[in-house]
């Protein structure tokens, strides 16, 4: 079965510097990957994902993510922090049973961005 | 706006008595799926419905149960509440079957349930 590993429940970053969340995924078949936020009190919306071909995926808000498949990482990357960035942010993979999928997800990273 | 809708917002039980859930999904989705967003566990997978038959079974208590109906909404029935049912639910859809899909879930705001 897949699972997913984020390392850091909680990153916290200045204002305009580099955020860097972690995620390492187990699979037995070649993934698909995602990453999610979460904003307090809301629902969980769609930042990016990785299905095939080019490894470094480009997502909403500035996000980006580069699967390396040796590293089994996915992880999530934006140059410059804002303060909308505060949320939590989950990376999840996709388990599929012949056409059949679900999301299996990490335990989240809360990012908290100081001013 | 992901076109998820779930009702209610919140929810506020005591112990031992049955909740339901509702939701709608997103206009063609044929598949619901059911997770459970607590503190301690994350977001752990409950249950999926693809058009109206049960298609996955993750982490979901004999207490609790869902179905699907032919107009594709679904609900999630909650029994015999304890403390630790306490959590969000989220439900979330997707247009289901084959054909370029790459399993990306849309979700709804939640419920947040709270047992007293």
């Known amino acids: 079965a897949q699972s997913v590993t984020q390392l850091g429940s909680h990153v916290s970053v200045s204002e305009g510097a580099l955020v860097l969340l972690r995620c390492n995924y187990s699979?037995?078949?070649?993934?698909?990957l995602f990453w999610y936020v979460q904003y307090p009190n809301q629902g969980l919306q769609l930042l990016l994902k990785?299905?095939?071909?080019?490894?470094l995926v480009k997502g909403i808000n500035g996000f980006e993510a580069e699967f390396k498949k040796s590293e089994t990482s996915f992880h999530l990357t934006k140059p410059s922090a804002h303060m909308s960035d505060a949320a939590e942010y989950f990376c999840?993979?996709?388990?599929?049973?012949?056409?059949?999928?679900?999301?299996?997800f990490g335990k989240g990273t809360l990012l908290t961005v100081n001013p | 706006d992901s076109g998820v809708t779930q009702t209610p917002k919140h929810l506020i039980t005591a112990t031992g008595q049955r909740v339901t859930l509702r939701c709608s999904p997103r206009?063609?989705?044929?598949?619901v799926y059911w997770y459970q967003q607590s503190l301690d566990q994350g977001l752990q997978f409950l249950i999926q419905?693809?058009?109206?038959?049960?298609?996955a079974k993750g982490n979901i208590l004999e207490r609790f149960s869902a179905q699907q109906f032919p107009d594709l909404h679904s609900e999630l029935n909650l029994s015999s509440l304890e403390l630790g049912d306490s959590a969000l639910y989220f439900c979330?859809?997707?247009?289901?079957?084959?054909?370029?899909?790459?399993?990306?879930?849309?979700f709804g705001e939640g419920s947040r349930l709270t047992v007293l």
């Open positions: 999840a993979v996709s388990d599929r049973q012949g056409s059949n999928y679900k999301l299996t």
């Open positions: 979330a859809s997707r247009r289901g079957g084959s054909g370029g899909a790459t399993g990306e879930l849309f």
């Open positions: 419905y693809y058009n109206g038959e049960e298609r």
């Open positions: 990785y299905t095939t071909g080019a490894t």
């Open positions: 206009s063609g989705d044929l598949s």
């Open positions: 699979s037995s078949v070649p993934p698909y």
